[in-house]
């Protein structure tokens, strides 16, 4: 089929490189002239295991290809898949500029009958508005229909490849009978295309985001529990995960939860309860437990330094908002070196892909290291922030030789207590006992 995606910022890339290596012809459009010539270029802007390898592979067969030129994307498509970027407004709500722009322009270029996907993470009703947009201009028939992605950061290509269920919401039955072929490939083994109405498709993508949002956060909540109580969370998360009807998954507890998806989709959708005079109470927890967790790690330093942080160096292992990904949008981690440089502590910090991304969010405040290792020299402490498999069998030898003391602030719980306690370390993580060797 012949495909077009609007925007190439993470979803768009992911979308039109794996349709493309389906088969599929695609033209992925962007403004942004600078970065349409390096893909051109066969430069990949963005880190995902497993993308470069079919980004370079399509564009060598000719199937994936990048322009600045929507018309001609729009003409040589006959499904247009809008990945626009819709970051929250001064109120948390999404702001649609991006997707009800390009919806105006496309009522003005399209000639012959197309299916308009929303793929953004957008709020109930913009189907419609934008439906309405392209009618304005358009005389011929055309589909606006809900899309929404289910791609996790890190896990993208597999998640879109073999997802668990692709969710697409239209009443037209043309609309299904062509999206059904197209997403045909990526179901074999079974799993469902679910069609319901454009306002369900749309919901259902704020729904699961907000509920796993919610699992992270009661099991923080739990984790802070367990350490008045002298709990064990890991033996907590083993026992309840067992449980089918709760599962394994997203029950990890750590610093809160960061990254694209989550903060904002939460928000997005407390804003449309609000806009519809609906107190959804369970949100507005899951967002306070959230903030609050980012200190949890700052209160345990604190509890072992005492109030005056501003003669200690601290080393920070991980600043991406989770691993395999180079995002640190609304990442812990900046929000915990913000708080310890408001203490006037030092940083050296390491992660292997988002290093770059932090500099230019926050320049030189802190100092950066080429490997996990040599930010350690001199440290205070050890702060572990994001759960990069590099760290979770490090060289204890050589940690103690480069760290001032051996101290380690553990936000994501990687290493065993009984192996912290042999290894001679001051351990404090989420939801467990403190390892207080000395040292």
């Known amino acids: ?29 962007d403004i942004n002239e600078e970065k349409v010539k390096r893909m051109q270029a066969g430069e990949i802007p963005i880190y995902e295991p497993g993308l470069e390898t079919i980004f370079h592979r399509n564009i060598k067969q000719g199937n994936l290809i990048f322009t600045t030129d929507l018309k001609y994307a729009v003409d040589n498509s006959d499904i247009i898949f ?29 000639t012959s009958y197309k299916i308009i996907i ?57 609309a299904q009978e062509i999206l059904n072929r197209l997403y045909a490939p990526f179901v074999r083994q079974g799993n469902p295309i679910i069609f319901m109405d454009e306002r369900s498709a749309e919901l259902t993508k704020y729904a699961a ?41 997203f029950l990890f507890p750590g610093v809160g939860y960061g990254g694209s998806c989550f903060p ?20 507005k927890s899951v967002m306070e437990v959230n903030e609050a967790q980012w200190m949890v790690i700052i ?26 990904t180079d995002d640190i949008r ?6 915990i070196i913000n708080a310890l440089l408001q203490l006037g502590v030092t940083i050296s910090a390491f992660d292997p892909e988002a290093m770059l991304n932090v500099k230019k969010e926050i320049g030189d405040k802190i100092q950066y290291g080429e490997n996990q290792y040599a930010i350690l020299e001199n440290a205070d402490a050890l702060i572990i922030i994001t759960e990069w498999s590099v760290f979770r069998s490090p060289d204890f030898e050589m940690m103690k030789k480069g760290l001032k003391n051996n101290i380690i602030f553990d936000g994501r719980n ?26």
């Not at 109030?307 to 200690?312: Q, T």
Request: net charge negative; proline share 3%.
């Open 82 to 110: 809008l990945a626009l970027p819709t970051p929250p407004s001064e109120d948390g709500s999404a702001d649609l500029k991006h997707v009800l722009e390009v919806a105006e322009q496309l009522g003005k270029i399209i």
């Open 414 to 439: 990687l290493f065993e207590l009984e192996e912290m306690e042999k290894q001679g370390f001051y351990y404090a993580s989420v939801g467990r006992r403190v390892v207080s060797s000395e040292f």
């Open 118 to 174: 929303d793929k953004s993470t957008v709020p109930v009703g913009t189907a419609e508005k934008v439906q309405e947009l392209i009618a304005k201009n358009c005389v011929c028939d055309f589909d606006v229909v809900s899309n929404p992605e289910f791609l996790r950061e890190g896990m993208a290509v597999e998640d879109f490849m073999k997802p668990e269920r692709v969710v697409i919401g239209t009443e037209s039955e043309k």
């Open 330 to 335: 609304e990442a812990p981690a900046l929000y």
């Open 209 to 249: 985001n907000s509920f796993l949002a919610t699992k992270i956060t009661f099991m923080n909540e739990i984790a802070n529990l367990c350490e008045i109580l002298g709990a064990d969370v890991d033996m907590v998360r083993k026992g309840i995960g067992s449980d089918s009807r709760i599962g394994k998954r």
């Open 264 to 283: 904002k989709d939460v928000k997005a959708l407390n804003i449309m309860a609000n806009q519809s005079v609906y107190d959804f109470k369970i949100l």
């Open 1 to 29: 089929m012949k495909l077009s995606v609007i925007g190439t910022g993470y979803v768009g890339l992911v979308t039109g490189t794996c349709f493309a290596e389906t088969g599929n012809q695609v033209i992925c459009a």
């Open 299 to 324: 209160d345990k330093i604190i509890s072992k330094f005492g109030n005056d942080l501003s003669d200690k160096k601290f080393a920070v292992w991980g600043l991406a908002f989770k691993p395999n």
